[in-house]
């Protein structure tokens, strides 16, 4: 059984839809491209880092886009005119594009090329309106204040 029937979570759920969407794309098969090869870090709670393997290609070819809730990399080899005969050719250096679907309240904060790898830094930032908050019951004007969250000692 590869297959799953997502109707009664369209049918009873309301803004899921994203989700719903997101499970509906993986069940399809539609594999991940393999090409550039590239790593997803968890670099602390609300921290991520995106690196990739991009031999062979200047930082002129490659373009970052982040709009709404997609990040999206692309990368347009420039062709240099020049006839080649290879003999073997491991070094893929093709043109690409790669998108990543970012959860609600993830920013990409900045990007680096060194040594053909290209990292990408992303943050998880929640507004505060949407933070856990601590009610206190005995009625006092100001009873309501923001709890913090429990973090790890790096």
Known sequence: MRTFDLTPLYRTAIGFDRLAQLLNDAQRGDSAPSYPPYN????????YRIVMALAGFERNE?????????????????????????????????????????ANHVKVTGASFNNG?????????????????????DGVTNNVTALEQPREAA
């Open 62 to 102: 490659i373009d970052i886009t982040t709009e709404r809730d997609s990040l999206q990399i692309v990368g347009r080899k420039q062709r240099d005119g020049v006839e080649r005969t290879y003999l073997h050719r491991g070094i893929a250096a093709r043109d690409f594009e790669q998108r990543f679907q970012l």
């Open 40 to 47: 997803i870090e968890l670099v602390s709670e609300d921290q």
């Open 117 to 137: 790898m290209l990292t990408i830094e992303l943050v998880r930032e929640v507004p505060e309106a949407l933070k856990p908050r601590k009610i206190a019951i």
